[in-house]
């Protein structure tokens, strides 16, 4: 078997050294010409997967480590039998721990506490449920929105948004981009959204840029309609209009879900469909590959501010204020910056030690390892 991956897809050789004979290849030289010999294409969003790069290829499976599709013609790919499999919840754990670093920044700027507050979710997906996973170890009250989910689900406990907007401290979307059907999201975060809102209330969005009307949201922020506002994605990506840039609290180059284990799960994912695909049994395990995170160990004897020692915690495995200065210093580096991210790994891989009860059950819950020593 032939295989030809983005060379910037983690472990990908290894893996797939295991089917067949692996061509590695930046994204700019994944063309057409270079499939002429290829059984197995693994790519990711930044190839557009249509006629023009397939035709003429013996190409007969194309696997997207990642979530989303939007680069992908499907009618292309089932008329001429190609299989496909994407990566879907590869990264959600990454993103619900971007949402912890945001929520924990937002509340040590704004010297508030996690005790008491509400977030809510709209959108329940993979995303959604590590969030709200995440959020419950924080101690958040959290109320749910999926109106889809509801309607197929009648143990669903599905929140109005209104009551959501209304009652929530903190609200994050996790929403794909529907721009018609029964329950479209284009542009669901405009004037009207902002209006029912908390005038101090965080807005997260790491879903997609056009779920939010961004005009709207600069009017919101001027408006004091909102506290602050943390955007990984955005309208026109890789523009941001400056004048909104400026009143962001936090904004990302769309890395929210780019931890280097989302990624590797990812790999792990594509290699088990195309195993399926081709009927091959095959197993592989990422175990021995990790790297060692920056910092292995965190330890805790005393506190006084438990927001400020989670975050502390936090920034020990993902300073997001780095992704925000890189942006901010630098908007030009939007696309270079995702291709060429910084080492990121989860809090998983990442222990700590404290006598302090309530902080261990917290840290465990947001994904910690408990230190044995």
């Known amino acids: 078997m032939q295989i030809t991956v983005d060379s910037s897809q983690p472990l990908a050789e290894e893996a797939f050294s295991l089917l067949g004979n692996v061509t590695l290849l930046p994204k700019d030289e994944i063309t057409n010409d270079a499939l002429k010999n290829t059984d197995v294409l693994i790519c990711r969003s930044t190839i557009k997967v249509d006629e023009a790069l397939l035709a003429g290829t013996p190409v007969k499976f194309v696997g997207c480590p990642i979530i989303g599709t939007d680069h992908v013609d499907f009618a292309y790919l089932e008329a001429n039998n190609i299989g496909f499999a994407a990566a879907p919840g590869c990264n959600a754990n990454s993103v619900s721990e971007y949402f912890c670093a945001a929520?924990?920044?937002?509340?040590?700027?704004?010297?508030?506490?996690?005790?008491?507050?509400?977030?809510?979710?709209?959108?329940?997906?993979?995303?959604?449920?590590r969030v709200a996973e995440k959020a419950r170890a924080l101690g958040l009250k959290v109320l749910l929105n999926d109106p889809p989910r509801a309607e197929a689900e009648s143990d669903f406990e599905n929140c109005g948004l209104d009551t959501l907007l209304s009652e929530?401290?903190?609200?994050?979307?996790?929403?794909?981009?529907?721009?018609?059907?029964?329950?479209?999201?284009?542009?669901?975060?405009?004037?009207?959204?902002?209006?029912?809102m908390k005038n101090d209330a965080?807005?997260?969005?790491?879903?997609?840029?056009?779920?939010?009307?961004?005009?709207?949201?600069?009017?919101?922020?001027?408006?004091?309609?909102?506290?602050?506002?943390?955007?990984d994605v955005f309208y026109n990506e890789?523009?941001?209009?400056?004048?909104?840039h400026e009143k962001l609290l936090i904004a990302t180059p769309h890395i929210a879900g780019h931890s280097y284990n989302g990624k590797v799960n990812?790999?792990?994912?594509?290699?088990?469909?195309?195993?399926?695909?081709?009927?091959?049994?095959?197993?592989?395990?990422?175990?021995?590959?990790?790297?060692?995170?920056?910092?292995?160990?965190?330890?805790?004897?005393?506190?006084?501010?438990?927001?400020?020692?989670?975050?502390?915690?936090?920034?020990?495995?993902?300073?997001?204020?780095?992704?925000?200065?890189?942006?901010?210093?630098?908007?030009?580096?939007?696309?270079?910056?995702r291709q060429n991210y910084p080492l990121r790994m989860?809090?998983?891989?990442?222990?700590?030690?404290?006598?302090?009860?309530?902080?261990?059950?917290?840290?465990?819950?947001?994904?910690f390892k408990k230190s044995n020593c």
């Open 103 to 129: 929520v924990l920044k937002f509340l040590t700027d704004n010297s508030r506490k996690l005790e008491g507050l509400t977030v809510g979710i709209i959108g329940v997906g993979n995303v959604g449920k």
């Open 168 to 196: 929530s401290d903190i609200v994050t979307l996790h929403v794909p981009l529907e721009k018609s059907g029964k329950y479209p999201t284009f542009e669901l975060a405009g004037a009207d959204f902002f209006a029912k």
């Open 346 to 367: 989860e809090f998983a891989q990442t222990e700590f030690a404290t006598g302090d009860e309530k902080l261990a059950t917290i840290l465990s819950g947001l994904g």
């Open 266 to 337: 990812g790999t792990a994912q594509i290699f088990d469909a195309v195993c399926k695909h081709y009927n091959i049994t095959k197993t592989w395990s990422t175990e021995s590959l990790m790297p060692a995170p920056e910092v292995d160990m965190v330890e805790v004897e005393s506190y006084d501010n438990l927001e400020d020692v989670l975050y502390f915690t936090i920034l020990s495995c993902y300073d997001i204020m780095a992704d925000d200065e890189v942006l901010r210093n630098h908007p030009g580096f939007f696309y270079s910056y």
């Open 202 to 231: 965080l807005l997260i969005n790491a879903s997609r840029g056009k779920v939010i009307d961004q005009s709207e949201l600069e009017k919101a922020l001027d408006n004091k309609q909102i506290g602050a506002a943390v955007l």
């Open 238 to 244: 890789p523009e941001i209009p400056e004048s909104l």
